[in-house]
């Protein structure tokens, strides 16, 4: 009889808990739909229902293409449009200077850039308050004068990779520019960020899995924002396991813990081993190992650095080489105005003069 109760009860609550579930989702969607301060502003009711809209078309087709559905929403709804239960998108291009500007009052959506899965970086950090003080930690680091210093280490990264285009070109095999100008981009900022270079233009391939998993970060960042709980869970997860579930997560998480081991081991010799400065030693303490929220930030950062300087600067480096290279007026103008100011072709393109080549900058912008 007591088996049978129990039963029942077990019953009773697992349905008594559906519904309740059940109910405050459609509570949820229809306050949305109906009730939220955006539902006023035009676009697909599904959007506004539930964020599974906008994660469905940027999973569409195994790459990110939810920009371009976004584009199609405008051409229905016009220049202001709800895109996701919480976000609106305006195509006008003179909204951007209004809202992007130092000292805007407007914050970083927690919601977007938690699915990056480093909330303690400066590039994620929604309060501007705390983006402030993290980002005048990291400035120094990125001054003028800082790249005049460093400029001699950036030039032997360009000197590699001009040392591989010359090769195959000798050799008459294929090179991947787009990979090489990635690695030099890496190979600079892990140099100058971390003390100890990755070496990609070093390899055979240029570091070709190294940016594929940075490539590949996309549906990692799409579905910890569909489901946010599931980023602790993953750091949490065994590395065999994290890797068989996802490549891509996986490399999240090892990128972070071996960061975070790096800057424990840094902090550990730092006396009187570091030549020069780097942003590891300039965000962790001179002595002693530094404390777990620490390492956390860290870790963040150095994360933020790589993948920024993987795709950012690299793939700005690619587009300029691609348009320039593609439009012989552009390529015709660049070639001679640089040709003026270096007329020695074993000459090294120095950054001082560079910047004084008013094609060039404008090119580069």
């Not at 983006?131 to 930690?137: A, I, S, W």
């Not at 787009?178 to 070496?199: C, P």
């Not at 600067?313 to 015709?332: F, R």
């Not at 070639?335 to 393109?349: G, Q």
Request: net charge positive; proline share 6%; glycine share 6%.
């Amino acid at each position: 009889m007591l088996n049978v109760l129990l039963d029942v009860s077990l019953a009773r609550l697992l349905q008594c808990s559906t519904v309740a579930i059940l109910g405050c989702y459609l509570l949820t969607i229809v306050r949305r739909l109906y009730f939220h301060p955006l539902a006023q502003i035009p676009g697909p009711k599904l959007a506004a229902a539930t964020l599974l809209y906008q994660t469905y078309y940027s999973f569409a087709g195994g790459r990110s293409r939810f920009y371009q559905k976004v584009a199609k929403l405008h051409e229905k709804y016009g220049p202001i449009v709800r895109i996701a239960p919480h976000e609106v998108h305006l195509s006008d291009p003179e909204n951007y200077d209004k809202i992007y500007h130092v000292g805007s009052k407007y914050t970083k959506d927690a919601r977007f850039y938690g699915g990056f899965a480093n909330p303690n970086s400066m590039f994620t950090t929604p309060s501007n308050e705390v983006h402030r003080t993290r980002r005048g930690d990291l400035n120094p680091f990125f001054s003028r004068k800082v790249v005049f210093d460093h400029e001699q280490m950036v030039q032997e990264k360009v000197k590699k990779l001009m040392n591989r285009i010359e090769g195959a070109l000798e050799s008459n095999t294929d090179l991947d520019v787009h990979h090489g100008l990635r690695a030099v981009s890496i190979d600079v900022i892990t140099d100058y960020a971390f003390g100890d270079s990755y070496n990609l233009l070093d390899q055979p391939d240029l570091g070709s899995e190294f940016f594929t998993l940075v490539q590949r970060l996309g549906p990692a960042a799409w579905v910890f924002r569909q489901w946010p709980w599931l980023k602790p869970m993953v750091m949490m997860m065994p590395k065999q396991v994290v890797y068989f579930v996802n490549k891509p997560m996986g490399f999240v998480r090892d990128l972070q813990s071996i960061n975070q081991l790096i800057a424990s081991r840094k902090s550990t010799s730092l006396h009187g081993r570091t030549e020069r400065p780097t942003v590891f030693t300039s965000l962790l303490p001179t002595t002693g190992i530094p404390d777990k929220a620490t390492r956390t930030i860290v870790g963040d950062e150095a994360y933020t650095i790589l993948t920024a300087a993987a795709d950012t600067t690299g793939n700005a480096m690619t587009t300029i080489a691609h348009y320039v290279l593609s439009n012989p007026k552009i390529y015709e103008r660049l070639h001679l105005e640089l040709k003026a100011a270096f007329p020695d072709d074993e000459a090294v393109l120095n950054y001082a003069s560079l910047e004084r080549l008013p094609y060039l900058v404008r090119t580069a912008a």
